[in-house]
């Protein structure tokens, strides 16, 4: 079973930046997609970035130029570092991982841009 751990979240004014790390146990073989999704209040679960096992990677409008995503294959990490960081940028971010047909889920990192 994989698990996928998060952390990096906090709270930072506007403006400032922040890095997310997940990290998933085991060994991830053959090609996956590893991705950040975040979910605001009263919102619905949105995706930020994903990049593949391969080096694609795939950003969501609001946070093109702002966001770069990256990840480490042997170390089964990826990282999103997250600069101009603005108010509606406020969520909770969580890692996903897609393989071989299945979805796994961190527990999610709040994330709070607030002056």
């Given at each position: 079973?994989?698990?996928?751990?998060?952390?990096?979240?906090?709270l930072?004014?506007?403006?400032?930046?922040?890095r997310?790390?997940c990290?998933?146990?085991g060994r991830?073989f053959?090609?996956?997609?590893?991705?950040?999704?975040?979910?605001?209040?009263?919102?619905e679960?949105?995706?930020?970035?994903s990049i593949?096992?391969?080096?694609?990677a795939?950003?969501a409008?609001?946070?093109?130029?702002?966001?770069?995503?990256?990840r480490?294959?042997a170390?089964?990490?990826v990282s999103?570092q997250?600069?101009?960081?603005k108010?509606e940028d406020t969520?909770?971010?969580?890692?996903?991982?897609?393989?071989?047909?299945s979805?796994?889920?961190?527990?999610?990192?709040l994330?709070?841009?607030s002056?």
């Amino acid at each position: 079973q994989v698990q996928l751990v998060e952390s990096g979240g906090g709270l930072v004014q506007p403006g400032g930046s922040l890095r997310l790390s997940c990290a998933a146990s085991g060994r991830l073989f053959g090609f996956n997609t590893m991705g950040w999704y975040r979910q605001a209040p009263g919102k619905e679960r949105e995706l930020v970035a994903s990049i593949t096992s391969g080096g694609t990677a795939n950003y969501a409008n609001s946070v093109k130029g702002r966001f770069t995503i990256s990840r480490d294959n042997a170390q089964n990490t990826v990282s999103l570092q997250m600069n101009s960081l603005k108010p509606e940028d406020t969520a909770v971010y969580y890692c996903k991982l897609i393989w071989y047909g299945s979805d796994y889920w961190g527990k999610g990192t709040l994330v709070t841009v607030s002056s």
